[in-house]
């Protein structure tokens, strides 16, 4: 069987915030659309679900992250995931200079969580928690 990833979907609080971010950092708007009906019930099991939705896709066009802000019902705020909790806990990209991307994702009031470590002089690595 042939299986390849799509994308991944990640619930926002701010559609437009994620949308500004993340085309600052490169990437393109592939698609914007409201989704609500039975098919979305029945896809997301969850009943009376509307919600506004942005797929974008990275330069090199291998990588897609759909974005998804609840109209109905209300979204739940949850607390970032520890380290050590099982769960979603990142989306990771390669650039091609680490400084230029965090200088775009300050202007957007994103930090790194500790810093910018480098693994054995071969590449630098950071966290940092972006809109949602």
Same mark, same amino acid.
């Given at each position: 069987?042939?299986?390849?990833?799509?994308?991944?979907?990640?619930?926002? +609080? %701010? $559609?437009?915030?994620?949308? @500004?971010?993340?085309? /600052?950092? &490169?990437?393109?708007? !592939?698609?914007?659309?409201?989704?609500?009906? =039975?098919?979305? /019930?029945?896809?997301?099991?969850?009943?009376?679900?509307?919600?506004?939705?942005?797929? $974008?896709?990275?330069? /090199?066009?291998?990588?897609?992250?759909?974005?998804? =802000?609840?109209?109905?019902?209300?979204?739940?705020?949850?607390?970032?995931? $520890?380290?050590? =909790?099982?769960?979603?806990? +990142?989306?990771?990209?390669?650039? %091609? %200079?680490?400084?230029?991307?965090? @200088?775009?994702?300050?202007?957007? &009031?994103?930090?790194?969580? +500790? &810093?910018? @470590?480098?693994?054995? %002089?071969?590449?630098? !690595?950071?966290?940092?928690?972006?809109?949602?």
């Amino acid at each position: 069987m042939a299986i390849k990833l799509n994308n991944v979907g990640i619930a926002v +609080r %701010d $559609l437009e915030a994620v949308i @500004a971010f993340f085309t /600052d950092l &490169g990437l393109t708007v !592939l698609g914007r659309d409201t989704v609500s009906g =039975e098919w979305a /019930d029945t896809a997301v099991g969850l009943d009376g679900n509307h919600v506004k939705i942005a797929v $974008l896709q990275t330069p /090199d066009g291998h990588g897609r992250l759909e974005f998804f =802000e609840y109209i109905h019902p209300d979204a739940i705020e949850t607390e970032p995931t $520890l380290s050590n =909790e099982i769960g979603m806990h +990142r989306v990771a990209f390669s650039v %091609d %200079d680490i400084e230029d991307s965090l @200088a775009i994702a300050a202007k957007h &009031g994103y930090h790194p969580l +500790r &810093g910018v @470590a480098t693994h054995e %002089d071969i590449y630098k !690595l950071t966290y940092l928690r972006g809109p949602s």
